[in-house]
């Protein structure tokens, strides 16, 4: 598989791929760039209230993947109390618990693509993804969501002759998919260089509150960043697969970083609860403290923090995941000399969780 394009080639769609997007099919909201507050909905639907009320009259549904513009962001008094921000819309309101703010930007694609990867975040609210094999496929995870991080292995001519990136999975190199260049962002290394990295390892520390719902991350026993997050799903039962969804309760280190992963199944989708399966691809900035694959992580599939919603791991904000992934050890070391680095592994910050 090519990781670079002939500059002839590169100059010839590259220029396409900024310029003609607007007219091909793969791209429908290309005239959204700069368009203003944009959300999408990340569930099957929604209700559309008259008030930002989930008591007052329900007018109309919106549907996943539809993307909606925001007149005005509203913090009820009828909450509800752990997440009371509404959105008007038009024709009503819509509550914040399952949108996910997103924004168009347009990327210069790459002309070469080194062996060890480049890694990169989608910069559209959706994208296709496709597979290559005897001919071009919609791949059945598709599509790729805003925010999501991937590592680029590959550039190609896509399906609509512009340039795409190879993607490949952290689970297996055979896992490739394809997405649009211009929809992914490459990610220099000084925004993900590690944070406080003077303070001595023994002296950082996260306690996460499962009855509050919150994440304190201490220096030095002062606490330097707090947030609200999400934790598994209380059940008396463990899921279909045989794993509590509970978030485990005692101390634990962080002992694996991956700043992107594909978890569920690798096909599917989560909201399959009949079947128990789900995909999410690119899962960003994933800490791993516990052996039955709980994490923290970003979270694109709600914004609904302060309750819990997770199958077992601790759901952050991407910005706060990032951060805690910055701020935490073992240290992800850059730049990335070989897909070996993607992972890095050790002892590292001690988790408190009660």
């Given at each position: 598989m090519k990781s670079r394009i002939s500059r002839r080639n590169f100059l010839k769609i590259s220029g396409l791929a900024l310029g003609t997007l607007a007219f091909s099919p793969i791209f429908p909201y290309y005239e959204m760039e700069g368009y203003g507050e944009i959300v999408r909905i990340a569930v099957k639907e929604i209700d559309l209230h008259a008030e930002p009320n989930d008591k007052s009259e329900i007018i109309g549904k919106r549907y996943r993947d539809q993307i909606i513009h925001v007149y005005e962001e509203v913090i009820s008094p009828h909450g509800p109390s752990y997440n009371p921000l509404w959105y008007r819309v038009w024709g009503g309101y819509i509550h914040s618990a399952h949108i996910q703010k997103v924004k168009v930007q347009l990327n210069q694609p790459l002309s070469y693509v080194p062996e060890s990867g480049v890694l990169a975040e989608v910069t559209v609210p959706y994208t296709p993804a496709y597979e290559l094999k005897d001919h071009w496929k919609l791949w059945e995870s598709a599509p790729i969501y805003y925010s999501t991080t991937h590592w680029i292995t590959g550039i190609v001519e896509g399906p609509d002759r512009n340039p795409w990136y190879q993607i490949t999975s952290e689970l297996t190199d055979t896992l490739s998919y394809y997405l649009p260049a211009a929809h992914l962002r490459p990610i220099p290394d000084e925004e993900i260089s590690p944070l406080s990295a003077d303070v001595p390892i023994g002296k950082k520390k996260?306690?996460?509150?499962?009855?509050?719902?919150?994440?304190?991350?201490?220096?030095?026993?002062?606490?330097?960043?707090?947030?609200?997050?999400?934790?598994?799903?209380?059940?008396?039962l463990p899921s279909k697969n045989g794993i509590p969804t509970d978030t485990p309760k005692g101390k634990f280190h962080i002992f694996s970083k991956m700043p992107n992963k594909h978890m569920g199944s690798v096909s599917g989708n989560p909201d399959d609860d009949n079947s128990d399966r789900f995909s999410l691809p690119g899962v960003p900035w994933t800490c791993f403290f516990h052996t039955t694959g709980v994490a923290f992580h970003g979270t694109y599939w709600h914004n609904n923090f302060g309750i819990q919603m997770s199958h077992g791991c601790i759901n952050m904000r991407n910005e706060d995941a990032k951060w805690l992934f910055r701020w935490t050890?073992?240290?992800?070391?850059?730049?990335?000399?070989?897909?070996?680095?993607?992972?890095?592994?050790?002892?590292?910050?001690?988790?408190?969780?009660?």
């Open positions: 996260i306690e996460v509150s499962i009855g509050y719902q919150t994440l304190k991350a201490y220096e030095y026993d002062e606490v330097v960043f707090s947030t609200r997050v999400s934790t598994g799903i209380h059940s008396r050890t073992p240290t992800f070391n850059t730049p990335i000399k070989s897909r070996a680095d993607w992972e890095q592994k050790g002892m590292g910050t001690p988790v408190f969780i009660s």
